[in-house]
């Protein structure tokens, strides 16, 4: 009621804040299971009811304008349902496949069975089309408002929620009262929030374990940090920064290692890039001097503090080094090669949207809408990296800054999802980055071949 309500501007803040509750059940469908229906999946039916009243179907069919990024992730969710509905039946009992069994009141088991038609299908089918809704309406917020700075924001508050939530978890585990976090652990999942990892709180904060953690805190450290880069909110932005990054690491969380290793020169290139195109967009002077200055503070590090030195590989070697000939690597490398195998089994075509996991997004994708749908997913994606940004007047350099986060927030998600991405469901606030970066791109487009400053006479104010 408070979205409907709230002025439009608002509704968007409470839909972007929404996606920080990743274990959090608005109610469950017993028909499926007992699946749980997610904060952000509530939160996005009223986003889009109070949308439509405020604006029309003018920017909602605008955001699937042939050839642009709306119109291929159209295909592919219509595809993905296909599949979803005829190729478990077509292809039932011709290869196995690893696959959640839902129970009532009783944890999900993740099973190897048969190929057949399942309430994942049904449930990874609603994701899609939440996906799909959740670009839409974001199109045509920011279509219409084309206001960047409700994009920052909303990723600060969402920023900052995180954060809070993070230490709460550390707190509560500390002083033994987890149960105050309770009302956001509600979700029908296997929750592992009281792990610990080399004495350190493994932190999962508002989700079912930590490296869902980790995977969140870390597109928006790459949001936040894609800012701080060109320059806005320079004193908010790298405070944000540097305290994710503070979560990431002490999250413990192989994924946050693994992201960030591939996330930092990613960020860092941009930024170079950027500054070429915009003098002052990039802040490469202070990445030149990090990057410089970083060999001479490990060698300090391993002359002066030894054991440091040695505690330290040793955690890394236990988190990263020897993940592979643990029980849940050698798992999830079984998921991998049934991933692939029903890949070969279906002769490309994929077992149907929902019927495989993975542990590797590109294997989820092959596995489940084949060759075809893997080629449009590629086509959106690729759509919105090339989706132009530069800024054509100094007025709208807070759009391309806005449009440079969105992508290194895109890029992170799918950096995240190669590596431990097990369902096709990559989360709404992929889809809000991508509705924005779309919207924002066309904005800059418009203003590039319509802009003329006005005339003033003089002593006129501004």
């Not at 804040?17 to 499926?32: E, M, Y």
């Not at 920017?59 to 219509?78: D, E, I, Q, Y």
């Not at 410089?292 to 391993?302: N, Y």
Request: one cysteine or more.
């Amino acid at each position: 009621m408070a979205a409907l309500a709230a002025p439009v501007r608002w509704s968007f803040i409470i839909m972007i804040l929404s996606t920080v509750f990743g274990a959090a059940a608005a109610f469950s469908v017993p028909g499926l299971g007992g699946a749980s229906v997610l904060v952000p999946s509530l939160f996005l039916v009223f986003f889009a009811a109070r949308l439509f009243a405020a604006y029309g179907e003018g920017p909602f069919l605008a955001s699937l304008a042939p050839w642009r990024p709306g119109f291929f992730l159209l295909l592919l969710t219509a595809f993905g349902i296909f599949t979803a509905i005829f190729f478990p039946r077509m292809f039932q009992g011709m290869t196995q496949t690893m696959t959640v069994e839902r129970s009532i009141g009783a944890h999900n088991l993740i099973a190897l069975v048969p190929l057949r038609s399942s309430s994942n299908n049904i449930t990874q089918s609603v994701y899609a089309a939440g996906g799909l809704i959740c670009f839409i309406t974001t199109f045509a917020f920011f279509r219409r408002k084309s206001v960047p700075a409700i994009f920052i924001d909303g990723v600060l508050i969402v920023a900052g929620v995180n954060l809070g939530f993070a230490l709460a978890d550390i707190i509560t585990h500390f002083t033994h009262t987890d149960f105050l976090l309770s009302f956001v652990r509600t979700a029908n999942y296997a929750l592992l929030t009281n792990a610990e990892k080399g004495g350190l709180k493994r932190i999962s904060g508002t989700f079912p374990e930590a490296s869902a953690f980790a995977d969140f805190t870390l597109v928006l450290f790459a949001i936040v940090t894609s800012l701080w880069l060109g320059g806005i909110r320079s004193r908010v932005t790298g405070t944000f920064a540097g305290l994710l990054l503070v979560a990431l690491i002490l999250s413990t969380s192989a994924t946050a290692l693994v992201g960030l290793a591939a996330v930092l020169p990613i960020l860092s290139l941009q930024s170079f890039l950027a500054s070429r195109r915009e003098p002052g967009a990039g802040r490469p002077v202070l990445i030149v001097a990090i990057l410089a200055s970083m060999p001479l503070v490990i060698f300090f590090v391993l002359i002066v503090m030894p054991d440091l030195a040695q505690n330290l590989h040793d955690f890394l070697d236990e988190m990263l080094f020897s993940k592979a000939d643990s029980q849940s690597g050698r798992e999830r490398f079984m998921w991998n090669a049934m991933a692939y195998q029903a890949f070969q089994d279906t002769s490309g075509f994929g077992a149907g949207l929902g019927s495989a996991r993975a542990s590797s997004f590109g294997l989820v994708l092959l596995s489940n809408i084949g060759i075809f749908g893997t080629l449009l997913f590629a086509l959106f994606v690729g759509r919105l990296l090339m989706a132009d940004m530069r800024a054509p007047h100094p007025a709208s350099g807070e759009t391309a800054a806005v449009l440079r986060a969105g992508k290194a927030g895109i890029i992170t998600v799918l950096v995240s999802a190669a590596t431990s991405g097990t369902v096709y469901d990559l989360g709404l606030m992929f889809y809000i980055l991508a509705g924005s970066i779309s919207a924002l791109s066309a904005s800059t487009q418009q203003i590039q071949a319509g802009y003329s400053p006005p005339l003033r006479a003089i002593g006129e104010p501004r």
